[in-house]
């Protein structure tokens, strides 16, 4: 696999470097110190998997990431951060990436995210789910701390103004199982080899869920999963 790597550290981008290409499956196309050095670069290089800093001077990752992905909507970038509450790198989401890692992974779980974007999965850390339903959560019925809380869950079920438990009941017992998965950070790999199935059945229950849920992607699928106490 093909990987542009963006950060405005030379040493991280390094230390990036010397990880990924000790593993025989990536290879590191080229480097960017900023976000237009990036947009450049994917336009140039079109590598399978951007590894995008948030915070740089000039154009930030989360421009970039939009203007990537604005250029070729099959581009698969993965948000990297420090801190697991980071509202840019959750905006990165939105603007189009395809996975959020902190910086501090290991080198298993950067790779393993790497994998599950180039084949069409998603990636979010599970240290960052709860983080997710904290930033998103106010926008979902009754807000973040009443879908946080198992009384609030209660409550919201019980909203007239709230369908999550009709939206849920359009789901199969398999679908539901892959959703409470999906919550718990597994790829699609991981899911299949949890439930006994093949990871092409497996994308096909992704795809039901979001469209039975009226969901646009898996990050909201998690939020969803969380305040409608599955996770």
Known sequence: MRLLLVDDQHLIRLGMRLVLESNDEFEVVGEAGDGREAVAA???????VILMDVRMPGMDGIEATRAIVAGDPASRV????????????FAGLNAGASGFLLKDAQ???????????????AAVSPRVTRKLLELFGPQLPGGAAAAASPEGRAAASGDPAD????????????EREVLVAMAEGLTNSEIAARLYLSESTVKTHVGRVLMKLELRDRVQAVIFAYSAGLA
């Open 42 to 48: 994917a336009a140039r290089l079109r590598p399978d």
């Open 78 to 89: 993965i948000i990297l951060t420090t801190f697991d509450l980071d509202e840019y790198a």
């Open 163 to 174: 369908d999550s438990s009709a939206r849920l009941a359009t789901l199969t017992e398999r």
């Open 107 to 121: 080198p298993v779980e950067l790779a393993a995210a790497i994998r599950a974007v180039a084949s069409g999965d």
